[in-house]
């Protein structure tokens, strides 16, 4: 039997560096409305929801013809909202794409997921790209993270890791996480029952609580050129970015 595939797309005004975040204009359209198209561009996904605890973004999506789960506003991790959305669907595998990823592309959630539609043992993977500036590495709202030689997730952290300089000329890749994130169903509702680890608390990293209890992430590297927003910052530099991305034409020219 097939395994059925679910994207869930959290999403919250009250973020601390960017508030109202979601509902943010990018190209004539708001963000979180580019990752929604996007994800269900991804002809591996069954169904995109978006997972939120804000009137506004619900009523906006479903203006949209998004399908909207209601979640508590009690949720410090985007993880923990994911899993609860979880709970409410019928999904083998659970990709999480954060809201604050509006490059994302329908290839980039399909080579996320493709580790497990292989090896039955991989409960979590995540999405990487290979940091190309030392700007970017040494930006804390940039996760950075440093893997084995099973392509494994060793640390994650805010801070510059490994502790080299991100050059050029330097043969040591330096990688960041892309937030796209299957879970296996099961694994999701695990990690949910967690309490909060040290390390996660301490760099604000919800994967750590995962390497906190001894348990592994796959990661899987892209070569898609992508950034998140965090910042008004941010939000300038994606906009330059798409305004020539061909997807934007499969869900409309922008206003």
Known sequence: ????LVAVIPARMSSSR??????????????IEHVLRRAEMCSHLDAV?????????????????????MT????????????????????DIVVMIQGDEPMTTPAMVAAAVIPMLEDPSVACV?????????????????????????????????API?????????????????????????FLRLFAQWPQTPLE??????????????????LVETTVETHAVDTHEDLNRVETLMRRDPLLCRYGEAV
């Open 72 to 91: 508590s506003a009690a949720h410090e991790r985007a993880t923990d909202r994911v899993a609860e959305a979880a709970t409410q669907i019928e999904a």
């Open 1 to 4: 039997m097939q395994d059925r």
């Open 49 to 69: 929801y978006v997972a939120t605890c804000d009137e506004e973004i619900k009523n906006v999506v479903e203006e949209l013809g998004g399908r909207v789960i």
């Open 162 to 186: 490994p502790a080299i300089q991100c050059t050029d000329g330097n043969d040591v890749p330096v990688f960041k996480q892309i937030c796209v994130i299957p879970f296996r169903t099961e």
């Open 18 to 31: 960017f508030p109202g975040k979601p509902l943010a204009p990018l190209l004539g359209r708001p963000m």
């Open 201 to 218: 608390r301490a760099e604000s990293i919800d994967m750590l609580r995962i390497l906190e209890h001894g348990e592994r992430v796959r």
């Open 126 to 158: 995540n999405l990487v790209r290979q940091i190309g500036s030392r700007q970017d590495s040494l930006d804390p709202n940039t996760i950075k993270v440093v893997m084995n030689v099973n392509h494994e997730a060793l640390y994650f952290s805010r």
